[in-house]
């Protein structure tokens, strides 16, 4: 079975610095994955995903994560943060073996400082 | 992406009373879930369909129930709400060869009172 760990519930940054929240996962087969943000008394939206090719993916919003087979990591970077980067991250794992249903993190709450 | 709808957005309901949580998908995925979510808290799958008269049980137990009649239409039905089923629910919807990548609506906000 798969599962999904976010490293750090609650991250905080300088505006302008630089944005790393951590994601490791538990897989049996290879697995897509992906990041969502989720933003106070909204859905969670689709920032980037990863299912096969490049192993660094580049979404909106200047995020980008790189899949690590070797340490099952997908880390969500962006190079300077900005005020309206402060949300709720979801890093989440999906196969596409016995069933399709997606798996997700507890999540990272991104404070963003001035 | 996909559009999905859920209503409503915000709900407050007495103790026992009955309800049903709209969801509605234009792109005709084939997959449908149901999250349950508090309020800052991480997300537990209730409920999930693969099609059209297919529906299971998440991982998470709930008390709810939901039907898939139609493609576009995952209605999630409480028969007797409580105050522990105050939480925020969220429908997504799925294609099955779009790598898995599901959308989600904006949530349902259910207080029981």
């Known amino acids: 079975a798969q599962s999904v760990t976010q490293l750090g519930s609650h991250v905080s940054v300088s505006e302008g610095a630089l944005v790393l929240l951590r994601c490791n996962y538990s897989?049996?087969?290879?697995?897509?994955l992906f990041w969502y943000v989720q933003y106070p008394n909204q859905g969670l939206q689709l920032l980037l995903k990863?299912?096969?090719?490049?192993?660094l993916v580049k979404g909106i919003n200047g995020f980008e994560a790189e899949f690590k087979k070797s340490e099952t990591s997908f880390h969500l970077t962006k190079p300077s943060a900005h005020m309206s980067d402060a949300a709720e991250y979801f890093c989440?794992?999906?196969?596409?073996?016995?069933?399709?249903?997606?798996?997700f993190g507890a999540g990272t709450r991104l404070f963003v400082k001035a | 992406e996909a559009d999905i709808y859920q209503t409503p957005r915000y709900l407050v309901i007495g103790t026992g009373k009955k309800i049903t949580l709209e969801c509605s998908q234009t792109m005709g995925h084939d997959k449908m879930y149901w999250y349950q979510q508090d309020p800052g808290m991480e997300l537990h799958l209730i409920h999930y369909?693969?099609?059209?008269?297919?529906?299971e049980k998440g991982d998470l137990s709930s008390e709810s129930t939901v039907s898939r009649i139609r493609t576009e239409h995952f209605p999630l039905t409480l028969e007797s709400a409580r105050p522990s089923h105050t939480s925020q629910y969220l429908c997504?919807?799925?294609?099955?060869?779009?790598?898995?990548?599901?959308?989600f609506g904006e949530g349902s906000w259910l207080t029981v009172v």
């Open positions: 369909s693969y099609g059209v008269n297919s529906t």
């Open positions: 897989s049996s087969v290879p697995p897509y």
């Open positions: 989440a794992v999906s196969l596409n073996t016995g069933g399709f249903k997606t798996i």
């Open positions: 997504a919807s799925g294609h099955t060869g779009a790598g898995n990548t599901i959308y």
């Open positions: 990863y299912t096969t090719g490049a192993t």
